[in-house]
């Protein structure tokens, strides 16, 4: 009945008679569910039903539901000048202020605000005492920065607290119809993008660039062609505006990594060193401490991965506090987990033994095993990086366990690069929920050079594709990855001129995998 009222202007007067009729039957949620669809009204036609407010406040003793008393109290507040003892009335809700719903809370401060700018003489206590319970009183931030707001304006300056309070509001509308069925559709579909908020379809308002040419792959169309939405998010403010504007030469096409511009047609050759850096550099393997000694009989246990030669290893480092009997022979057993990785020999051999008071280091080769591999709960659900580790001392027969978090990128494989036609037709194949995003602040020098980075992520196994020019000072560059395991990533890196920070966005079909390939990238920025 609400609702038609608000809809159809025609029928508001009959559909407040049939409203009127309900509440007269005293059933309690009848007369709640009236109140509630009554303020909708009031607010869709002001100054025209509010000769039933008496009827309303006759009703009072009725509403127990939060969301009736929240509605009564905005109609109190809203016509207090038009309700002789419309102070004495929010008196009585304020009896119970403590006990109320956050819903009836707020609206309370706000009415005993509104009641008092309307008949300050009259109100002052009540306001000052609804001004300590939601500043001194109340836990809740929501209610306390309101009532801390009104404390100030109503101080400050009482004028000024009219027009924030009194302002004129906005006449409310039915907005069912009000998107034309093709676009409602369309935005059902994008229901987990921007275009929900702005209810706009993506082109509306993602900005891709033009005018920058057409790849040698035949025509590209400007709808098929990379978004660059992901770049629109800017370091600074004064880059808000514009997008490639005049960057662009050439064909009517679309070529968004722009990848015949790049000076690739150079490609090396066989084992060539693309970045000149010489021979293969050793992965590091970033040691944390995952067990102490009061929980591993006298020994403090660090753990790492890395890749060396192809083969994934766990490095272990144990520190020898106070285990009388030195450290000599282990074995070492891994739960299932989201990789499958196993030991490749479940017995250890420290040589020499690790005595009390020193300490020694073992390397653990892993293997996949799909035996191994623990199931995602869920699609789309991030996968566990936490790699849980039974070790038994052989020496004290004495079993501890821990947990240490496994490093994606120790598990990408020397076969990861592909050519720029697959890159490219692989990032337009994956959808664009399946992109993860980052920006990454306050880097090393060495991770704001692009030449750096590349020669840094091919020790890694991270291969470069291309790079480009973006927006003014902005460039961007693409690699992509693959793991041992077959999984494969697509990485997007924007840097901008004289910022140290980076904006990554990965994109996969494994989307469970997806904020690992991400952690990893962000670790090797941040060496």
Same mark, same amino acid.
């Given at each position: 009945?609400?609702?038609?009222?608000?809809?159809?202007?025609?029928?508001?007067?009959?559909?407040?008679?049939?409203?009127?009729?309900?509440?007269?039957?005293?059933?309690?949620?009848?007369?709640?569910?009236?109140?509630?669809?009554?303020?909708?009204?009031?607010?869709?036609?002001?100054?025209?039903?509010?000769?039933?407010?008496?009827?309303?406040?006759?009703?009072?003793?009725?509403?127990?539901?939060?969301?009736?008393?929240?509605?009564?109290?905005?109609?109190?507040?809203?016509?207090?000048?038009?309700?002789?003892?419309?102070?004495?009335?929010?008196?009585?809700?304020?009896?119970?202020?403590?006990?109320?719903?956050?819903?009836?809370?707020?609206?309370?401060?706000?009415?005993?605000?509104?009641?008092?700018?309307?008949?300050?003489? !009259?109100?002052? !206590?009540?306001?000052?005492?609804?001004?300590?319970?939601?500043?001194?009183?109340?836990?809740?931030?929501?209610?306390?920065?309101?009532?801390?707001?009104?404390?100030?304006?109503?101080?400050? !300056?009482?004028?000024?607290?009219?027009?924030?309070?009194?302002?004129?509001?906005?006449?409310?509308?039915?907005?069912?119809?009000?998107?034309?069925?093709?676009?409602?559709?369309?935005?059902?579909?994008?229901?987990?993008?921007?275009?929900?908020?702005?209810?706009?379809?993506?082109?509306?308002?993602?900005?891709?660039?033009?005018?920058?040419?057409?790849?040698?792959?035949?025509?590209?169309?400007?709808?098929?062609?990379?978004?660059?939405?992901?770049?629109?998010?800017?370091?600074?403010?004064?880059?808000?505006?514009?997008?490639?504007?005049?960057?662009?030469?050439?064909?009517?096409?679309?070529?968004?990594?722009?990848?015949?511009?790049? /000076?690739?047609?150079?490609?090396?050759?066989?084992?060539?060193?693309?970045?000149?850096?010489?021979?293969?550099?050793?992965?590091?393997?970033?040691?944390?401490?995952?067990?102490?000694?009061?929980?591993?009989? /006298?020994?403090?246990?660090?753990?790492?991965?890395?890749?060396?030669?192809?083969?994934?290893?766990?490095?272990?480092?144990?520190?020898?506090?106070?285990?009388?009997?030195?450290? /000599?022979?282990?074995?070492?057993?891994?739960?299932?987990?989201?990789?499958?990785?196993?030991?490749?020999?479940?017995?250890?051999?420290?040589?020499?033994?690790?005595?009390?008071?020193?300490?020694?280091?073992?390397?653990?080769?892993?293997?996949?095993?799909?035996?191994?591999?623990?199931?995602?709960?869920?699609?789309?659900?991030?996968?566990?990086?936490?790699?849980?580790?039974?070790?038994?001392?052989?020496?004290?027969?004495?079993?501890?366990?821990?947990?240490?978090?496994?490093?994606?990128?120790?598990?990408?494989?020397?076969?990861?690069?592909?050519?720029?036609?697959?890159?490219?037709?692989?990032?337009?194949?994956?959808?664009?929920?399946?992109?993860?995003?980052?920006?990454?602040?306050?880097?090393?020098?060495?991770?704001?050079?692009?030449?750096?980075?590349?020669?840094?992520?091919?020790?890694?196994?991270?291969?470069?594709?291309?790079?480009?020019?973006?927006?003014?000072?902005?460039?961007?560059?693409?690699?992509?990855?693959?793991?041992?395991?077959?999984?494969?990533?697509?990485?997007?890196?924007?840097?901008?001129?004289?910022?140290?920070?980076?904006?990554?966005?990965?994109?996969?079909?494994?989307?469970?995998?997806?904020?690992?390939?991400?952690?990893?990238?962000?670790?090797?920025?941040?060496?």
């Amino acid at each position: 009945i609400g609702r038609c009222a608000v809809k159809l202007e025609r029928a508001a007067e009959r559909c407040i008679g049939v409203l009127l009729e309900l509440i007269q039957t005293k059933v309690n949620y009848v007369v709640q569910e009236s109140v509630i669809v009554i303020k909708d009204i009031f607010r869709r036609y002001p100054n025209r039903y509010e000769s039933i407010i008496a009827t309303l406040c006759d009703n009072l003793d009725t509403l127990d539901e939060p969301l009736a008393k929240a509605s009564m109290i905005w109609i109190i507040g809203e016509y207090a000048e038009r309700i002789d003892n419309a102070d004495e009335l929010l008196d009585n809700f304020l009896e119970t202020f403590e006990e109320e719903d956050p819903a009836v809370q707020l609206q309370l401060l706000t009415a005993t605000v509104k009641c008092f700018l309307k008949n300050p003489e !009259d109100t002052q !206590d009540m306001v000052q005492k609804v001004l300590d319970l939601a500043t001194e009183e109340s836990d809740n931030p929501d209610l306390r920065d309101r009532g801390f707001i009104y404390w100030r304006l109503l101080s400050t !300056d009482p004028e000024a607290a009219k027009l924030v309070v009194l302002g004129d509001k906005p006449v409310i509308e039915d907005d069912t119809f009000k998107l034309e069925p093709n676009l409602l559709n369309t935005l059902i579909g994008q229901i987990a993008t921007l275009s929900s908020i702005y209810h706009k379809p993506p082109e509306a308002f993602v900005v891709r660039t033009s005018g920058r040419g057409v790849m040698n792959l035949g025509a590209v169309d400007s709808t098929d062609a990379i978004e660059e939405g992901d770049e629109e998010e800017d370091y600074e403010d004064d880059d808000e505006e514009g997008d490639d504007e005049g960057g662009g030469q050439g064909d009517n096409g679309v070529d968004l990594l722009d990848m015949d511009g790049m /000076g690739l047609g150079d490609e090396p050759a066989g084992d060539e060193d693309l970045f000149g850096v010489g021979p293969k550099a050793e992965q590091e393997a970033r040691m944390v401490k995952v067990c102490p000694a009061d929980k591993s009989g /006298g020994i403090d246990v660090y753990a790492g991965y890395h890749q060396v030669n192809g083969k994934v290893l766990m490095e272990l480092e144990f520190h020898n506090i106070s285990c009388a009997t030195p450290v /000599g022979n282990l074995a070492i057993q891994l739960n299932k987990n989201a990789f499958g990785l196993s030991p490749a020999n479940q017995q250890v051999v420290l040589s020499p033994p690790v005595a009390s008071g020193s300490r020694g280091k073992t390397s653990i080769q892993l293997i996949a095993n799909r035996s191994m591999l623990a199931p995602v709960a869920n699609a789309g659900v991030p996968a566990n990086p936490q790699i849980q580790i039974a070790v038994k001392n052989m020496g004290t027969n004495q079993v501890f366990y821990f947990a240490a978090n496994f490093n994606l990128e120790a598990m990408f494989s020397s076969d990861g690069t592909m050519d720029r036609t697959a890159f490219i037709d692989m990032w337009k194949s994956i959808d664009d929920g399946k992109e993860v995003y980052s920006t990454i602040s306050d880097l090393p020098a060495s991770s704001v050079s692009i030449d750096e980075v590349q020669a840094k992520f091919a020790m890694y196994n991270i291969f470069f594709i291309a790079r480009r020019q973006a927006m003014e000072g902005q460039e961007v560059v693409y690699f992509s990855m693959k793991t041992l395991t077959g999984m494969e990533f697509l990485a997007e890196l924007t840097f901008k001129n004289g910022v140290n920070a980076c904006k990554v966005c990965i994109k996969t079909e494994n989307a469970s995998y997806s904020q690992l390939a991400k952690t990893a990238v962000e670790n090797l920025l941040r060496l």
